[in-house]
Structures are given as structure tokens and as C-alpha cells.
């Protein structure tokens, strides 16, 4: 079954400075990979996703993700967090079988951005 | 393009009743997706509608079911609630495939009294 994990349970920046969340995958495939980003009592919104192709993905909000089939990674980057990037961000793998949409998400890591 | 429209937002009922949710994918879109959201668990997977098919299932107990209509809106139900059933149910659609991205709702908060 496929796995996600996300290390970091919170991480404070100051504003300007650059941002990596970690994400590792477990799948025995090739996998579709995501990073969403919730806000306080609001729904998942997409940043970016990988399908194949380009390992280095860009996405909305100036971030930015590379995949590494190697290390089984996709990080989430940006090089200068603004204070309206607090927030919690997932990371998640969707099966790529064809036949079914399923999302598993890793346990999240909070934003947080001091000024 | 209209989002992802789930009702009602807030919900608040007491163990042993049942509820409930709706949700209304963007036009066009086939595919809805059921997830609970809690601190303790975090996001996991319910189940997926596909042309009013349940095309994939979590592991959640047999309480928890759902449907999907002909014009692709969806219902989820909860019997017999329980305490541990307090959580956000986050409802997302797609068109079809499992390339495509799945767009969330704002989800609703059921609280279990």
C-alpha cells in the first residue's frame, strides 16, 4: 500500500526566507505526486503536481516541487515565503492503476511565518 | 467555473443519530471523492463515486456510506454516530481518471455531541 511522510510537523520562517517541506512517498509504481495547501477551516487548495515527465515542477504561489525517483522524494520549495503562506501544507500520492481515484496524504506540516 | 459545493458547512448532532452531507462537483466532472479529516488521523479516504458506481472504498466501517446521482452530485451518510466521528468531511472532484487532480470542497464540520 502506498505511504506518504512528511517529516516536519512544524516549521517556523521569517518572512523573505526561503522554504523546503519534505515529502517522502512508499509506491510500488511510478506515482502521481501533489502538495495542496490548507488555510484554517478551508478546504485543500492544489499548489502543484507531478504526473511524469519534467522532475521539476512549478506551481501556483511561486512554489515550486522536484521529484527524485531515487530518494523517493518530492519537496516543496520557495525561495521567498510571504506571511500569507502560513498554512498547513500536505503532500499526497494518488494511485495511477487507471481505475480509481484515491488520494492518501501525508500528516501535514504547519506553516508558520514571523515577520 | 462554479467549485466544489458542500452542504450544509456546520453540523452539530448527537451520538446514536445519523446525518447526512451533500456535495455538487464542478460541472462536467464524474469523479467525487469522500474524505474525513481529524487531529488524531489526518486526511484519510472514504470512498469514490464514479458514474453512480462506488468505484474505490477506504477502510471505514460499514456505517459510513454514500451515493452518487445521475447528475454526479453525491451524499454521504453516517448512522449510529459516534463521538469519534467529529471531524471535517472534505468532499473533491475530478473528471474521470486518477491523473486528473481532484478539486476540494470547503468541506463540513460535523460535530458529535
Known amino acids: 500500500a502506498q505511504s506518504v511522510t512528511q517529516p516536519d510537523i512544524h516549521i517556523t520562517v521569517s518572512e523573505g526566507a526561503s522554504l523546503e517541506l519534505r515529502c517522502n512517498y512508499s509506491?510500488?509504481?511510478?506515482?502521481?505526486l501533489f502538495w495542496y495547501v490548507q488555510s484554517p477551516g478551508q478546504g485543500l487548495q492544489l499548489l502543484l503536481k507531478?504526473?511524469?515527465?519534467?522532475?521539476l515542477v512549478q506551481g501556483i504561489k511561486g512554489f515550486e516541487a522536484e521529484f527524485k525517483r531515487s530518494q523517493s522524494s518530492f519537496n516543496l520549495r520557495k525561495p521567498s515565503v510571504h506571511w500569507s503562506d502560513a498554512a498547513e501544507y500536505f503532500c499526497?500520492?494518488?494511485?495511477?492503476?487507471?481505475?480509481?481515484?484515491?488520494?492518501?496524504f501525508g500528516t501535514g506540516t504547519r506553516l508558520q511565518v514571523t515577520l | 467555473k462554479a467549485g466544489v459545493t458542500q452542504t450544509p458547512r456546520y453540523l452539530i448532532k448527537t451520538r446514536g443519530q445519523q446525518v447526512t452531507l451533500s456535495c455538487s462537483p464542478i460541472?462536467?466532472?464524474?469523479?467525487v471523492s469522500w474524505y474525513q479529516q481529524t487531529p488524531g488521523q489526518g486526511l484519510q479516504f472514504l470512498f469514490e463515486?464514479?458514474?453512480?458506481?462506488?468505484?474505490n472504498k477506504g477502510n471505514f466501517p460499514g456505517r459510513f456510506s454514500g451515493r452518487q446521482f445521475s447528475n454526479s452530485r453525491s451524499e454521504m451518510n453516517v448512522s449510529t454516530l459516534e463521538l469519534g466521528d467529529s471531524a471535517l468531511y472534505l468532499c473533491?472532484?475530478?473528471?474521470?481518471?486518477?491523473?486528473?487532480?481532484?478539486?476540494f470542497g470547503p468541506g463540513t464540520r460535523l460535530l458529535v455531541l
Open positions: 499526497a500520492v494518488g494511485l495511477n492503476t487507471g481505475t480509481a481515484s484515491k488520494l492518501t
Open positions: 507531478y504526473f511524469s515527465g519534467d522532475t
Open positions: 473533491a472532484s475530478s473528471f474521470a481518471t486518477p491523473k486528473e487532480t481532484q478539486y
Open positions: 509506491y510500488g509504481a511510478t506515482p502521481y
Open positions: 460541472s462536467g466532472h464524474r469523479s
Open positions: 463515486y464514479f458514474s453512480e458506481t462506488q468505484r
